[in-house]
């Protein structure tokens, strides 16, 4: 079964609208983060936010912000004021709990966004 | 400037030839990975490590073999057992592997293509 799930293969948004990218994810384990990367043309893979399982409040990290939604199991990426630099493969990614188990990252198959001017 | 380096950026290897891939990082950092992404697709773990001397497979390490020498670098050699080598290859670090709360950071990456 797929741990996790982006449904949106692409996206297109407006230069200076926001745009939801949705991530769902599976897990039997109560302890676990969410990550969302972001991975221009160049490749690089680059972090953007994280969210503890345990977390009360919803991560932000300036214009990125995380909607997380423990009982559905999802964790949407908000980004706000849409730039043209934003335009580029976005995934979430999962680490389930402590100890042995915890050393993967298990990723999602991305969401191209593009942003119009 | 702490960060990871990759090299080479771009490599071509002809078929029956292994190659190794150079990942360096300068964070101080414990764990190392690295992934293989193929196109359209997410990152699959091929090998990590947590600690000095001391390396793990994780999903598709059939045909690629790592070392951990120094706690600075993590080579990955893609040998000519691996059938279907033609990927991006990055590679990550994390101050553990323990904990599901550190974030891994990656490399630039290395584009290899078999001819």
């Known amino acids: 079964a797929q741990k996790i799930t982006q449904t949106q293969p692409g996206m297109f948004v407006q230069e200076k609208e926001a745009v939801t990218l949705d991530c769902t994810y599976d897990t039997s384990d109560p302890s676990y983060g969410l990550f969302w990367y972001k991975q221009p043309s160049s490749g690089e893979m680059i972090f953007l936010i994280y969210q503890g399982s345990y977390d009360q409040q919803n991560a932000t990290e300036g214009r990125y912000s995380l909607n997380f939604q423990k009982a559905r199991k999802s964790a949407n990426l908000v980004i706000s004021a849409s730039q043209l630099g934003d335009s580029a493969m976005y995934f979430c990614a999962m680490r389930e709990g402590s100890g042995d188990s915890s050393y993967k990252l298990i990723f999602g198959s991305g969401t191209r966004l593009l942003v119009r001017p | 400037d702490g960060g990871i380096t990759q090299s080479p950026k771009y490599l071509f290897r002809k078929e029956g030839q292994n190659v190794t891939l150079s990942c360096e990082q300068n964070?101080?950092?414990?764990?190392m990975y690295w992934y293989r992404q193929d196109p359209g697709q997410g990152l699959r773990l091929i090998y990590y490590?947590?600690?000095?001397?001391?390396?793990q497979k994780g999903d598709i390490a059939e045909g690629y073999s790592v070392s951990r020498e120094k706690k600075e670098s993590f080579p990955l050699t893609v040998t000519s057992a691996q059938k279907n080598p033609t990927a991006f290859y990055l590679c990550?670090?994390?101050?553990?592997?323990?904990?599901?709360?550190?974030?891994?950071?990656f490399g630039p990456g290395t584009r290899l293509t078999v001819l």
């Open positions: 990550a670090s994390s101050i553990t592997a323990f904990e599901h709360s550190d974030t891994q950071y």
């Open positions: 490590s947590q600690i000095v001397n001391d390396f």
């Open positions: 964070l101080n950092h414990d764990a």
